[in-house]
């Protein structure tokens, strides 16, 4: 109603406003008025040429002269009788016009047109309420039911999450079969809470847990409770339970729970006055509502759990807290198996291989690199995805795209190609290092270069040696780069960058020095999307001793990288030579330079400190892809 009464309100107001436009425009543009005295002593004087009668209403033209009383002048005046007056004008040699009086009809139409427009601005103003009133009813319009006709998504779905599966079963238990937990007193979580990084497959697993239990399932996004107006939010939500308690059993998802269901603690929200705490009253208020019979399970999604209102997070409202982590290497073959039967793969490609080159990979990233790989297939003209297509799609998600119109100069590929290569043999030369996958000197996206290295399995904890190894391959480029120019470039900021990280947190995060001991100086504050750290508070002697040990760890990591290239110089120039000419080694051709170099440097007892250059017979080997029986010599 209070849209029609507003409407109503601006249309009259439009109607007052015209009105007194065309009042004023009527009082400047009407004619002067005379009396009839006046008029027949006009007449009498024969100065009137023209005379317009309108009913009794007449326009009096006067001649234009220089002895007329009023030369060329015009005025209105009321005649008692028309008629008498006509038979008296003959003689008198006057133009008359009869106009026929139309004002009532006039009158009539505007008044007649006035009701329309009335009647027009009221039906619209209802038109709108209608809408808006149906719009309000939002939870309808999220409501899906299991349809035949349309692809519906189950637990054979969803691959690689097989704890978070194992956890709602009984979920799906409860919706097809309630009285079997009823008739021995069981209650069913009111509210499940996946958690975890982007990617993970929170909204598919709750879609398939509708589409097992085949009930319906309203879909809802967090934003879609907030808006401008205090209290539409809060309406929305009553509406959303209201619904949902007419079609239990039911699901009712809510993705991204944070943007209405963050903390009320401290700030302008904590009084609980603006639309996002009274939304968020609500959704607690709404799911205390409904008891155990009423068979309605609220599940919803969210990275961010750590900025969760408290009494969102209690039990009887989010009963369970399910934690979604990217998949380990078992679960990325299941997921890889899931989306690769929707592309033509070659025979002789092993899916165990692939996901076992994409640690840390979340659903949704092998997902786009499946399609990644068959796109780069499609562009080849191939018939087929290969294991090349998928390596290629790997390094454009992780790095980007080969920057082929980049111009580097001879002495910045050499520098390149020397920073890579000793990256490469320190990662070779380790132990407890990650095996070498693929050594490139082609740019590609903010990176020039890459040492790509793949685990065997996947890593939970790491170890002091594995970190402090870690610090040395990534200090190898600039170890290189010294060694063999006796300069730096800024070509090792980024590896500068993550071993400072790496110590940082070796020292300050888990207790891995002696001299700090095993106390944590940095807390972690950002969830499951990463972020920023920030130190605890602490006093100027144990922050001065902290970067004392971080620079030790550095520097004794940065002396080994250049203890072992230093030893290796020989295979370092020959390797170094080699990626000049093919831009890309994997490791077996790197294995092939390595044996090929040692082979030789014995026969010839070569001091790592002469010169030599790269060796032809080992590119070769490397572009005939013979390499064990076709034998290299330097």
């Known amino acids: 109603m209070a849209i029609l009464a507003r409407n109503l309100f601006i249309f009259f107001l439009f109607t007052l406003f015209a009105g007194g436009c065309y009042l004023v425009w009527t009082i400047e543009h009407r004619l002067p008025e005379r009396t009839y005295t006046e008029f027949l002593y006009c007449l009498s004087h024969h100065d009137i040429s023209d005379m317009t009668f309108t009913g009794n209403r007449v326009v009096v033209s006067h001649r234009a002269g220089e002895t007329s009383t009023n030369p060329g002048f015009t005025y209105v005046t009321t005649v008692p009788k028309p008629e008498e007056l006509i038979a008296e004008l003959q003689d008198k040699n006057i133009r008359i016009v009869f106009n026929k009086d139309r004002s009532e009809i006039i009158l009539q139409g505007l008044a007649l047109l006035y009701v329309i427009l009335l009647i027009l601005v009221i039906v619209l103003s209802l038109g709108r309420m209608k809408r808006e009133e149906k719009e309000s009813k939002f939870a309808t319009d999220k409501l899906i039911l299991p349809d035949d006709g349309h692809k519906i998504v189950t637990f054979k779905d969803v691959a690689g999450i097989p704890e978070a599966l194992e956890e709602l079963q009984e979920i799906v238990a409860f919706l097809k079969n309630p009285a079997q937990f009823n008739q021995v007193g069981a209650t069913i979580p009111k509210g499940v809470l996946l958690q975890g990084p982007p990617g993970t497959g929170k909204t598919l697993l709750a879609r398939a847990i509708a589409g097992e239990s085949g009930v319906p399932f309203y879909s809802f996004s967090g934003s879609d409770f907030v808006e401008m107006f205090v209290g539409v939010g809060a309406s929305r939500v009553r509406d959303l339970f209201k619904e949902a308690k007419k079609n239990a059993p039911c699901i009712v998802f809510i993705d991204e729970i944070d943007a209405v269901g963050g903390s009320r603690s401290g700030g302008a929200s904590a009084s609980g006055s603006d639309e996002r705490s009274q939304t968020l009253n609500a959704l607690l208020v709404e799911m205390d509502g409904f008891g155990t019979s009423d068979n309605i399970i609220v599940i919803a999604a969210t990275n961010r759990p750590d900025i969760l209102d408290s009494a969102l997070r209690r039990p009887g409202r989010f009963d369970r807290q399910v934690n979604i982590l990217p998949p380990d290497v078992k679960g990325r073959q299941q997921i890889l198996h899931v989306h690769a039967a929707k592309i033509k793969l070659a025979p002789d490609l092993d899916l165990d291989q692939i996901a076992q080159m994409c640690p840390g990979f979340t659903g949704a990233e092998l997902a786009n690199l499946v399609n990644e790989a068959a796109l780069m297939a499609a562009r080849g003209n191939k018939q087929s995805v290969d294991l090349t297509d998928f390596e290629l799609?790997?390094?454009?998600?992780?790095?980007?795209?080969?920057?082929?119109?980049?111009?580097?100069?001879?002495?910045?590929?050499?520098?390149?190609?020397?920073?890579?290569?000793?990256?490469?043999?320190?990662?070779?030369?380790?132990?407890?290092?990650?095996?070498?996958?693929?050594?490139?000197?082609?740019?590609?996206?903010?990176?020039?270069?890459?040492?790509?290295?793949?685990?065997?399995?996947?890593?939970?904890?790491?170890?002091?040696?594995?970190?402090?190894?870690?610090?040395?391959?990534?200090?190898?480029?600039?170890?290189?780069?010294?060694?063999?120019?006796?300069?730096?470039?800024?070509?090792?900021?980024?590896?500068?960058?993550?071993?400072?990280?790496?110590?940082?947190?070796?020292?300050?995060?888990?207790?891995?020095?002696?001299?700090?001991?095993?106390?944590?100086?940095?807390?972690?504050?950002?969830?499951?999307?990463?972020?920023?750290?920030?130190?605890?508070?602490?006093?100027?002697?144990?922050?001065?001793?902290?970067?004392?040990?971080?620079?030790?760890?550095?520097?004794?990591?940065?002396?080994?990288?250049?203890?072992?290239?230093?030893?290796?110089?020989?295979?370092?120039?020959?390797?170094?030579?080699?990626?000049?000419?093919?831009?890309?080694?994997?490791?077996?051709?790197?294995?092939?330079?390595?044996?090929?170099?040692?082979?030789?440097?014995?026969?010839?007892?070569?001091?790592?400190?002469?010169?030599?250059?790269?060796?032809?017979?080992?590119?070769?080997c490397i572009h005939s892809k013979i390499k064990k029986s076709t034998p290299c010599i330097l």
Not at 481 to 507: C, H, P, V
Not at 513 to 542: C, K, V, Y
Not at 585 to 600: T, V
């Open 393 to 620: 799609a790997r390094d454009r998600i992780m790095m980007g795209v080969e920057r082929k119109g980049m111009i580097m100069t001879e002495q910045d590929r050499t520098i390149l190609a020397y920073h890579e290569a000793g990256h490469a043999i320190i990662a070779k030369s380790l132990p407890d290092a990650d095996p070498l996958h693929k050594i490139t000197i082609i740019p590609r996206g903010r990176a020039l270069g890459q040492t790509q290295q793949l685990a065997l399995f996947d890593r939970h904890a790491y170890s002091y040696l594995y970190l402090k190894n870690r610090i040395t391959i990534l200090m190898g480029g600039r170890a290189a780069e010294d060694i063999a120019f006796k300069q730096r470039s800024t070509g090792a900021q980024g590896d500068i960058l993550q071993a400072t990280e790496i110590a940082t947190n070796m020292i300050c995060k888990w207790g891995m020095n002696e001299a700090m001991g095993p106390q944590a100086f940095i807390i972690d504050d950002s969830g499951f999307l990463g972020g920023s750290s920030q130190r605890l508070p602490m006093a100027d002697e144990t922050a001065r001793t902290i970067d004392r040990e971080i620079k030790i760890l550095l520097t004794t990591c940065y002396e080994d990288a250049v203890a072992i290239l230093s030893q290796k110089f020989y295979l370092l120039k020959n390797l170094a030579g080699i990626l000049i000419q093919t831009e890309t080694l994997d490791n077996e051709e790197f294995d092939i330079i390595l044996a090929c170099s040692e082979k030789k440097k014995a026969e010839d007892n070569i001091s790592d400190k002469n010169e030599c250059i790269s060796c032809p017979a080992a590119q070769s």
